[in-house]
């Protein structure tokens, strides 16, 4: 699976950023999407993930703030970041998993300024 994210930046402490991942196949073929990060210094952390079936995990770092949605006519899960903090500052990591394989997307910044 090709995975192409996008939607990173710089945003102030508080604010709101949309990060999309979209995929080369269809959705409903990949049994588990989700988002990672890794801020420097630190090992790459789960941030959200959806099923196939709708079911969505948060870190509990996000919960609350984080939100994580699939549309599946565009190959697209998007990641709506809200109340944003300067921990959260990391790059973000679109991911697939299929049948027991994992791909990885490219990585997008996101920059939280206090």
């Known amino acids: 699976v090709q995975l192409q994210a996008s939607g990173g930046g710089l945003v102030q402490a508080g604010g709101s950023l949309r990060l999309s991942c979209a995929a080369s196949r269809r959705l409903f073929s990949i049994n588990v999407m989700g988002w990672y990060r890794q801020a420097p210094g630190k090992q790459r952390e789960l941030v959200a993930v959806i099923t196939t079936g709708g079911s969505t995990n948060f870190a509990e770092s996000v919960k609350g703030r984080f939100s994580i949605s699939r549309d599946n006519a565009k190959n697209t899960v998007y990641l709506q970041m809200n109340s944003l903090k300067p921990e959260d500052t990391a790059v973000y990591y679109c991911?697939?998993?299929?049948?027991?394989?994992?791909?990885w997307g490219q990585g997008t910044l996101v920059t939280v300024s206090s």
């Open positions: 991911n697939a998993l299929v049948g027991g394989i994992s791909s």
